[in-house]
């Protein structure tokens, strides 16, 4: 009884310890990957129409999704931001309300979790497949090493359009508050926009929202290369490495969120 | 006279000048041991063929040779250089001269297949593009496909990838082409095709040829020589001649094609009956 207890004890110290082991290790690979693939820049934008094609791929294929999204966020912020702000009579605060929230927090971390699902899943997916499918190999073959080729290209593709996506999902999310506070509901145009300009710092709110999605951008594009270059080369294979994009991404994107989130606003009360 | 060492073929030929040695080459991934103690030398300008059962490392060795791989043990030289200890920029260098056939053709999905014959010529020359275009079409016109240069890979039949990919891999004119598994799931006309293209594409380029396949039937007709690997190990090797004349249990199984010898039918297990009745 004694026995069989010690040696469960021991069979899960174990897992455990291989598990944090094969953890580390793959972050440390990870982490080598990345210095590699910045390593591969200069190749990169030397054939500025391959980073360009991810450009397209990754940002305006996006487009649609993240501007739809954009718009409806903004107009359900108005609803339930009107609905709070009417109470203390400070309705004409709702352009502030969904501007800050948008520039600071929504605009990078929504349009982040879209990206990853949208783009991120697509880049890991592509990129899994043309391992399994011995395309990656043949390019190493031809003495093309597929990091200048292919991952680098779709790594920056993805780190230049995330914070373009982030700033037309922003814009898009106060446009639609717009329609719905002052053309719907009846806010005061000038004051919707004019306690809006008031509010909003360029410094402290649009730059530090730019800096947010451009982290969140690189940590996703990071995240869909690796693993889609680690895929195992079969089906199953792509698919979980398709899967641990959209979570690892997401998790990544929320965490980061908090961490910058902490440095960036914390004067402000 | 000559080295007791060499294979039979080389002395025999009088062959000196030589594309690809391997010499007790030993590999295994983690703990799997793939081969153990390979040696085999493949002579510049023929048409070698590495035979053998699904998984007997035959594709092993050409990862070695294209320096994918690196052994545990041995030697591995490819136009007198020891690929192993190349760097990374040498062993580049050295894959420009290599064409590589992969098992279904791995062209590039995203490209056209103009693109992809294409590709090599433009990642490593600054040709024009006009020469470029001509270069293309003739590769294409070798293969009897200059008319399907607008189509994508997936409007291909599998005969046709695979000439398509025969033409990207001698887009750069090699010095060797290794073919991995060219005749698997092919029609008998696309195997005929593709066994003529590497024996004519061999002979009229001056190139050296490394065919893995376990097709013996269409090997024997295109192949100067020919080894059999079993269990990481070369067991039998000779010409097509020797091959079909061959007494050796395991080569007469493999070009017969029993079911049951030397390379059983049945996986390792414990007995049959005991097994049966082990519940009962």
Same mark, same amino acid.
């Given at each position: 009884m004694l026995d069989a207890a010690a040696t469960g004890l021991a069979d899960g110290l174990r897992r455990l310890g291989s598990g944090a082991i094969a953890a580390v290790g793959r972050l440390g690979y990870a982490t080598r990957f990345f210095v590699a693939v910045v390593r591969e820049t200069p190749a990169a934008f030397a054939r500025l129409h391959l980073t360009l094609r991810e450009v397209y791929f990754s940002g305006v294929l996006s487009l649609v999704i993240i501007l739809v999204s954009g718009l409806f966020v903004g107009m359900v912020l108005a609803l339930q931001g009107y609905d709070v702000l009417q109470r203390y009579g400070a309705d004409e605060s709702l352009g502030i309300l969904v501007s800050l929230s948008l520039v600071r927090e929504l605009g990078p971390v929504v349009a982040g979790l879209l990206f990853a699902s949208r783009a991120g899943s697509a880049i890991t997916a592509e990129i899994g497949l043309m391992k399994a499918t011995e395309q990656l190999s043949a390019m190493e073959m031809m003495a093309v090493d597929p990091l200048a080729r292919v991952v680098a290209p779709r790594f920056w593709g993805g780190v230049i359009s995330m914070p373009l996506l982030a700033a037309l999902f922003s814009t898009l999310g106060v446009f639609g508050a717009y329609l719905v506070?002052?053309?719907?509901?009846?806010?005061?145009t000038g004051a919707f926009w004019g306690n809006m300009q008031a509010a909003?710092?360029?410094?402290?709110d649009i730059v530090n929202g730019i800096i947010k999605s451009a982290v969140f951008g690189t940590a996703v594009s990071l995240i869909a290369v690796f693993e889609g270059f680690d895929a195992k080369p079969t089906a199953e294979g792509v698919s979980s490495a398709t899967t641990r994009t959209v979570v690892e991404s997401s998790l990544a994107i929320l965490a980061l969120d908090f961490v910058l989130t902490v440095f960036m606003f914390r004067g402000i009360s | 006279m000559s080295d007791p060492s060499a294979p039979a073929y080389v002395t025999a030929a009088a062959q000196p000048d030589i594309a690809v040695e391997l010499a007790d080459v030993t590999f295994a991934y983690d703990r799997r041991p793939v081969l153990a103690g390979i040696s085999m030398v493949i002579p510049r300008g023929k048409v070698v063929a590495i035979m053998g059962g699904s998984g007997c490392g035959k594709t092993t060795i050409l990862r070695l040779i294209g320096g994918q791989l690196k052994p545990q043990v041995g030697r591995v030289m490819v136009a007198g250089q020891s690929v192993p200890d190349l760097d990374r920029d040498e062993l580049y260098a050295l894959r420009r001269k290599f064409g590589m056939l992969f098992q279904f053709g791995?062209? /590039?999905?995203?490209?056209s297949v103009y693109e992809n014959i294409a590709f090599a010529l433009r990642e490593h020359t600054d040709l024009p593009e006009e020469i470029v275009r001509d270069l293309v079409l003739m590769k294409l016109h070798a293969v009897g496909l200059r008319g399907a240069a607008?189509?994508?890979?997936?409007?291909?039949s599998g005969g046709m990838a695979r000439r398509v990919a025969l033409a990207r891999a001698i887009a750069l004119d090699p010095m060797l082409v290794m073919y991995d598994e060219p005749f698997a799931g092919l029609d008998p006309i696309s195997l005929g095709v593709v066994g003529q293209l590497i024996r004519q594409l061999n002979d009229a380029l001056g190139i050296t040829s490394i065919v893995v396949t376990h097709d013996v039937y269409e090997s024997l007709k295109i192949v100067d020589y020919l080894y059999f690997v079993s269990e990481g190990a070369i067991i039998a090797q000779g010409t097509a001649a020797d091959v079909r004349a061959s007494g050796d249990a395991f080569v007469r199984q493999f070009v017969d094609g029993e079911?049951?010898?030397?390379?059983? /039918?049945?996986?390792?297990?414990?007995?049959y009956r005991a097994e049966l009745f082990a519940r009962a």
């Open positions: 506070g002052v053309r719907l509901i009846g806010i005061d909003v710092d360029f410094r402290y | 791995a062209l /590039f999905t995203d490209m607008r189509l994508m890979p997936s409007e291909l079911p049951d010898g030397p390379v059983p /039918f049945h996986y390792p297990a414990s007995p």
